[in-house]
């Protein structure tokens, strides 16, 4: 995702400082963005109730409820999940970095920030989203197809499976002559090969989440 396809995309700036909201807002609208803003984790996550943001900015020290609660509720809710968080903080402490790792953040920006480098991770992490909605989507269509396939197959190989029955009950002697040791191998396979489709689709309902 280039800027050109990034005008347009939803950005929430949460920030108690009036400074940085008014500062980011101007720059990532002058840039084609979508900006709401927020002064306090309570606001913004009333905001995200009527208007999903693609992306939040996110300040760790705020009054009342910080940026670390704002985001743990934000990642326990499944409507607001999966929204990225980008952390603006001044602290540079490793602790308190892996802690909002840790919480679900996917980024953070240190205070003072460049607006080119906000606009930059902004633009990464929503292109590494916008791929993995992709990839998801790929991994679904292919373990349904494998899931149709594997159960289209699983019935002819029955059908198989009852002629080799026939076969081998049709052909006399006791097992010595070669039709019917030829009979009794592809009986044999072709068990094989169910099981091995059986697999396949308990495999395929795993991954779809229905076993």
């Not at 840039?31 to 992306?55: S, T």
Request: charged share 20%; with cysteine; hydrophobic share 45%.
């Amino acid at each position: 995702m280039n800027l050109e396809k990034a005008k347009g995309i939803k950005v929430l700036v949460v920030d108690d400082d009036p400074t940085n909201l008014s500062v980011l807002f101007s720059y990532l609208a002058e840039m084609g963005l979508k900006v709401f803003v927020a002064q306090d984790g309570h606001n913004a996550l009333e905001q995200i109730g009527y208007e999903r943001p693609d992306i939040i900015l996110l300040d760790v020290l705020m009054p009342e409820i910080d940026g670390f609660e704002t985001c743990r509720r934000l990642k326990s809710n499944p409507a607001t999940a999966d929204i990225p968080v980008i952390f603006m903080t001044a602290l540079s402490d490793v602790k308190d970095i892996i802690k909002g790792f840790e919480i679900g953040a996917v980024d953070y920006v240190t205070k003072p920030f460049k607006q080119e480098v906000v606009l930059a991770r902004i633009i990464t992490h929503l292109t590494l989203q916008h791929q993995r909605t992709e990839l998801y989507k790929l991994n679904t269509m292919k373990n349904k197809f494998f899931s149709i396939v594997a159960h289209d197959m699983k019935e002819v190989l029955s059908t198989l499976v009852s002629l080799s029955n026939f076969l081998v009950m049709s052909v006399p002697g006791n097992g010595s002559n070669k039709l019917q040791r030829a009979a009794k191998m592809l009986e044999s396979s072709v068990q094989n090969a169910i099981k091995l489709l059986e697999n396949l689709l308990n495999w395929a309902k795993i991954q779809n989440g229905t076993m």
